[in-house]
Each structure stands twice: as structure tokens, then as C-alpha cells.
């Protein structure tokens, strides 16, 4: 593989799409949609700092500690008072030693289910608004008739494919990292490893666009399949390796797309999980790159066959059963009873 090349046709993708009917909009449209979502501050983080909990706060406390519905940290009876969370702030620490008498009792319990941070939702937007360059990148060139020229013109397909992967990722990284620097920035998010685990979701969303899309014969047909499958993935992926990171966060860490996104959304920290995250998406993105530039020829649908859409059939309803019934199940073997209790059973 010619690196020059590559970037020769990364730099004339991202020319002829910004060059187009839409001009640099696309970039605008996306840093406008984006920053509103991880940059801007939340009423929550205008607030000025204190103790915050849930649950009965003790008359005495009631002109010191904020009470919130949904915070994580609550507060269950008077004599004693118990604390429940998966951490005790200083501050709540210290509004609870001004109780009269030892009325205070901790109890180590299971930790309260992590939430991830507003970049995920960052991430998730980013793959949303890479549907209509992915489905123009191939399929425009297919429609145009210029897809057989380039690849006459001594490009090999790998080269090709590699060339407008490697546009999209660094426009989708560069938008998504300067929205979580403008977050850290800003006080909306708190600073860590999880930016560099954007580039990791940008990458691996546009390999698998540019696969959903190496075989549609114009624009529509290519956008129409990477918006059906590409977000069912992202959610997949995500769910499966937040499974299996119950077991061992960077096994889950690893699932090429899932794993990037739980690391983006600050789920997953630490080094050894972001190593094992780029290196479960250099391992996803590399086959589906081969296999595009290795079915270019392929133009049309194919008809699924009938085992096929028969297992995808069962997939969904096996999906739609887990969530509302066995999900909630499954938790509360895992010693966390209270998420299924506050379900309907209905």
C-alpha cells in the first residue's frame, strides 16, 4: 500500500464532497448539532457544588443536604440513617457528621450502575451524520461512473478504500475531538482518556458504512443501508460489550465498535482498556477494509434467503424479550434487585 495515494484519495473525497451541492455545511451542520450536546454547561453543572441525596433526608438535615430524586447517593430512615452509594462525598460526609448523636450507619453494598458520560451521546450523533458521506463516498462514485476509472488508474482497491476511510475518520474525529476539549474546557465533563476513544468509534463506524455500502448502485440505496444497520450495530456492539465487561472490562473493552463507544462514554477507564479498545478496532476495521475493496465488483441487493430472514426475525424478538424481561432478570441474580423492583412487572 502507497501511503501518498492513500492520502491523494482521502484529500479528493473530502474536496468533492465539501465541494459539492453542500459546500462545507456538512462540517457546520455537525459542529452546531454537536457542541449543544457535550460542550454546552447543564443546569447541573451551574449549580453551585454541596451535598446532594435521594430518599428521606432526616429533618436536621433538611436545610443542608439537597434532596434529589434521582441522585445516586441515598438516604434510607433516621435512627440510624444509612447511606446507600457507590461512594460517599466529603461533603455528605461532613453534613452527616453534624447529626446529633452516632446516628449514621454505612453499609457496603453493590455499587450503583454507572452512567455514562454526555460523550457517548457525542459519539452516537457523530455516527448518525456520517450516513450521507459514506452513502456518496462508493455508491456516488459507482453512480457517476467513476469508480471503474480509479480503480484503472493504478490505485489498488485496498488503496481506494483506505483512502476514503481514512477521510471520514479524521473528519468525524477532528469534529468529535473538538467537541470534548470544548467540554473539558467548559466543565461539562470531567478530564480523562475518554476523548481518544472517539477516533476509535469514528474509525470503526466507517469501515462499517463503507462495508454496509461497497455493493449499492447510487446514493439512496447505499444511505438506506448504512441507516438501517449502522445504528442497530453501534447499539449492539455497545450492549454486548458492556456485558462482557461484567466479566473483564477490557474483554469488553475489545469489542471492535461497542468497546470504543463504552470508552468514549468514560464507562470504561483507564489505560489498559483503551489499548485493548484500539486494539479490538484495528482488528474489526482491517477485515471489513479488505472485504470491501475485495467485493467493489458486487452492485445491487442480494436477496436474503429464507434461513436468513428467518434468524433475523428470531434476533429481534429474542431482543425484544431480553430487554424489558430477562435484562432486568439477569441484574437481579447479579445482586442489584432494586432495578427490577422499580420496574411494572406489567
Known amino acids: ?18 465541494g459539492g451541492k453542500g459546500g462545507w455545511k456538512l462540517p457546520v451542520v455537525a ?28 429533618p436536621e438535615l433538611s436545610e443542608v443536604i439537597e434532596h434529589r430524586s434521582a441522585h445516586p447517593v441515598r438516604l434510607l430512615g433516621s435512627e440510624p440513617v444509612v447511606v446507600r452509594s457507590s461512594q460517599l462525598p466529603d461533603s455528605l460526609r461532613g453534613a452527616l457528621d453534624t447529626l446529633p448523636g452516632p446516628r449514621v450507619e454505612l453499609r457496603r453494598s453493590v455499587d450503583e450502575l454507572r452512567l ?8 452516537l450523533l457523530a455516527i448518525s451524520l456520517l450516513t450521507g458521506p459514506l452513502a456518496e463516498s462508493l455508491a456516488g462514485e459507482r453512480k457517476r461512473g467513476t469508480l471503474e476509472t480509479l480503480l484503472t488508474a493504478g490505485l489498488s482497491r485496498f488503496e481506494l478504500v483506505a483512502g476514503k476511510w481514512l477521510a471520514w475518520t479524521a473528519a468525524a474525529s477532528l469534529s468529535t ?60 456492539l455497545a450492549g454486548l460489550a458492556y456485558g462482557l465487561s461484567m466479566v473483564s472490562e477490557p474483554l469488553g473493552a475489545a469489542v471492535p465498535l461497542g ?63 431480553w430487554l424489558p424481561v430477562l435484562g432486568p432478570a439477569t441484574w437481579s441474580l447479579a445482586g442489584n434487585p432494586e432495578l427490577a423492583a422499580r420496574l411494572p412487572r406489567d
Not at 467540554?183 to 470503526?204: F, N, Y
Open 1 to 18: 500500500m502507497r501511503p501518498a495515494r492513500v492520502w491523494a484519495v482521502a484529500w479528493r473525497d473530502l474536496r468533492l464532497i465539501h
Open 31 to 58: 459542529l452546531v448539532l454537536l457542541l449543544p450536546a457535550g460542550a454546552l454547561p447543564t443546569p447541573e453543572a451551574t449549580l453551585s457544588p454541596g451535598p446532594r441525596a435521594s430518599g428521606d433526608i432526616p
Open 116 to 123: 455514562p458520560g454526555r460523550s457517548l451521546l457525542v459519539a
Open 177 to 236: 475531538l473538538v467537541v470534548a476539549i470544548s467540554g473539558v474546557l467548559g466543565g461539562s465533563q470531567d478530564p480523562g482518556l475518554w476523548p481518544l476513544g472517539l477516533p476509535l468509534v469514528a474509525s470503526a463506524s466507517v469501515a462499517l458504512g463503507l462495508w454496509l455500502g461497497r455493493g449499492a448502485a447510487d446514493e439512496i440505496a447505499g444511505a438506506a443501508r448504512t441507516m438501517r444497520v449502522l445504528p442497530v450495530a453501534a447499539f449492539g
Open 259 to 321: 468497546g470504543a463507544l463504552l470508552v468514549a462514554g468514560d464507562l470504561l477507564q483507564g489505560p489498559g482498556n483503551l489499548s485493548a479498545s484500539a486494539a479490538g478496532t484495528a482488528l474489526g476495521v482491517a477485515p471489513l477494509l479488505w472485504h470491501t475493496g475485495a467485493s467493489l465488483d458486487e452492485v445491487g441487493l442480494r436477496r436474503p434467503r429464507r434461513i436468513r430472514e428467518a434468524l433475523g426475525v428470531l434476533t429481534a424478538a429474542a431482543l425484544c424479550w
